[in-house]
């Protein structure tokens, strides 16, 4: 079995993310109910991009670790969610993303990354307190049609942890198409393209 492999480094709360959407519960971003987090800004630029309105580099929301530690634990207490999904846009540009995770799992909190950055090439901090990597370039031409949550062929499901060892299913079998539409100051969708 893996183990979760927290590395100890300073956990600084005060941290800046930039922050397009979270959407508070969700069961269409991984195992679980979860809240999801996308980040905005992208550098990688894939074509065919789920999120292409994510792409571009600017400020959106700016909010400290703390702040979205808070709403992940309230969400917890209101929602039951399981663990956090970091989407984007490209997480790994945000520095604060070692510090979020952290924090999260501090309070029992599993998380997920998609990430355009192959598995190699992400930073130990990056990897430590993650629990599952969806990794690589969205390949518009090896469109995955059998996986779930997985855009193209050419991406791995990496468990960093044992969290979501038994979820493989979840990964792997076909599931019920799904969008969720949540109305509030603004109408936010997200799930399977239909």
């Known amino acids: 079995m893996l183990k979760q492999r927290n590395r100890d480094f300073p956990l600084d709360l005060s941290k800046k993310l930039n922050i397009a959407h979270i959407n508070l519960c ?3 971003e991984g195992p679980y109910k979860r809240m999801a987090i996308w980040f905005q800004g992208c550098n990688i630029l894939c074509k065919g991009c789920c999120n292409p309105e994510l792409q571009e580099i600017k400020v959106s929301h700016l909010m400290t670790v703390q702040d979205v530690v ?3 634990v309230k969400s917890k207490a209101e929602n039951g969610i399981e663990g ?17 995770a952290k924090a999260l799992a501090q309070v029992d909190l599993g998380t997920i990354l998609f990430t355009g950055i192959e598995y190699d ?3 130990d901090d990056i990897k430590a307190n993650i629990d599952l990597i969806v990794d690589g370039r969205y390949e518009a031409t090896l469109f995955d049609d059998e996986r779930n949550l997985v855009g193209s062929k050419n991406q791995q499901i990496i468990y960093l942890s044992d969290r979501y060892i038994t979820c493989l299913n979840w990964f792997m079998k076909n599931r019920e198409k799904k969008v969720e539409i949540n109305v509030g100051s603004m109408l936010f969708v997200n799930g399977d393209v239909i």
Not at 84 to 100: D, I, S
């Open 26 to 28: 969700t069961e269409v």
């Open 70 to 72: 808070d709403i992940a």
């Open 84 to 100: 956090v999904t970091f989407l984007g846009g490209e997480p790994t540009l945000q520095e604060g993303l070692p510090c979020l």
């Open 121 to 123: 090439n992400l930073s």
